[in-house]
């Protein structure tokens, strides 16, 4: 008999945006990428924090989209996403992308990285984004790499 899955998912609000998902929509992306029991935390920031989670951890100045903090020691499954509002919201404009659908993608792209997936060279960026394709796909949402092949 297949063990069943659980899922600890806290989501904090740490930003003064008022278009974030609400808990719901996160839970429901992160059952749709999850294959393993797990305990998560989401945390959405502004984008000064962003920016320090960033520095301090990748060495990188700036404000990025997503982050993947995995903890390896954990049994079940452990770690944090961390998605920076403001860069969210600014790149869903700038690609002309829902809203929605794009903290959909960075949800799913976030528990992947946990999961063990990565982007590190092009066989394992393809593989990971048929994953994220085929996910967003059953969820509702369009394909996010299909101007990338068109």
């Not at 600890?8 to 930003?15: G, S």
């Not at 305990?39 to 990748?58: A, M, Q, S, V």
């Not at 079940?76 to 959909?104: F, M, N, S, T, W």
Request: proline share 4%; with cysteine.
């Amino acid at each position: 008999m297949r063990a069943e899955r659980t899922l600890k998912l806290a989501v904090q609000y740490a930003t003064a945006s008022k278009t974030v998902p609400a808990r719901p929509q996160f839970r429901r992306w992160v059952k749709a990428a999850l294959m393993q029991s797990a305990e998560i935390t989401i945390r959405l920031t502004d984008e000064t924090e962003g920016r320090e989670l960033n520095h301090g951890f990748r060495g990188k100045d700036y404000a990025t989209n997503v982050l993947t903090f995995v903890y390896d020691d954990m049994q079940p499954l452990g770690g944090d996403i961390v998605l920076c509002a403001p860069v969210v919201e600014r790149e869903a404009e700038q690609q002309h992308k829902d809203l929605l659908a794009h903290y959909a993608h960075l949800t799913v792209h976030g528990i992947l990285h946990l999961q063990g997936y990565d982007h590190l060279d092009d066989a394992e960026a393809a593989e990971m984004e048929r994953l994220e394709a085929q996910i967003l796909i059953a969820l509702g949402y369009p394909d996010p790499y299909i101007e990338k092949y068109t």
